[in-house]
């Protein structure tokens, strides 16, 4: 199975404000964007994703990002993550109907396509199902197969969210790099320790030489 990846990505002057007390005004849009790069390119290699797509109004974002191979949705809802996540959904089925699509966070700067070929691998079974973040509280990635809707629910305590809404958890081992969602200065520390990618590498380097 094959399977399209949908991540949205807010504008990134506002993304990543739980970063400001470790990343001030003039580094945490380039940390996003650097994030997002991240998380798209380990995602655009993964032999288990056909292809990404990314929701996002960000001109620079997006620009970034088709240059790692998304295709670029605009958030025309403007109405929020899960309104901009169903958007994406429903493009990626409008051009490929039988797509099994999974919403993917944009803030995974440790991601490795392994991983996530695992995680994709074990959602496949199931109509739908969730991949609860490191934290436990979060989801980092909910899966949809054909002929099911996608159904959303993201934001904040979303893992108990997800799973009343009757996704099934996948609880897998060794899949750290997919759960590893960056919101704090400690997120980002743990990011750094499994290894991030190479642009959050540059980024967060540039972030010590300003501190
Ligand atoms: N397209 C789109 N993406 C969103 C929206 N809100 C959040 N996201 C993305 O959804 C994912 C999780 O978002 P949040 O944790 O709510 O926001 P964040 O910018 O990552 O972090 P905070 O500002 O600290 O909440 C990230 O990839 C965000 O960029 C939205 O309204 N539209
Ligand atoms: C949107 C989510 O992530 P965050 O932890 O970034 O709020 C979520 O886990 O549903």
Not at 18 to 26: E, F, I, V, Y
Not at 82 to 93: D, E, S
Not at 111 to 140: H, N, Y
Request: one cysteine or more.
């Amino acid at each position: 199975m094959q399977w399209t990846l949908v991540i949205p990505l807010k504008p990134l002057a506002r993304a990543k404000s739980r970063l400001s007390d470790t990343a001030g005004d003039g580094l945490r849009p380039s940390l996003a964007l650097a994030f997002a790069q991240d998380t798209v390119a380990a995602a655009a290699v993964c032999p288990a994703v056909l292809d990404v797509v990314v929701v996002t109004d960000d001109r620079l974002a997006a620009r970034e990002l088709a240059e790692l191979g998304a295709r670029i949705v605009p958030d025309s809802p403007g109405a929020g993550l899960n309104a901009a996540l169903a958007h994406g959904a429903a493009a990626a089925r409008a051009a490929r109907p039988d797509a099994p699509v999974a919403a993917l966070n944009a803030d995974l700067p440790a991601l490795r396509s392994a991983e996530l070929a695992r995680v994709l691998a074990a959602a496949a079974p199931f109509p739908r199902s969730f991949l609860p973040d490191a934290a436990g509280i979060g989801t980092t990635l909910l899966s949809a197969i054909p002929g099911t809707e996608l159904r959303p629910a993201f934001g904040g305590e979303s893992r108990a969210r997800h799973a009343a809404s009757g996704a099934v958890e996948l609880r897998l081992d060794c899949v750290d790099s997919v759960r590893r969602d960056v919101d704090t200065g400690d997120d980002l520390r743990a990011a750094l320790a499994l290894g991030v990618g190479p642009r959050t590498a540059a980024a967060a380097a540039r972030l010590l030489i300003a501190d």
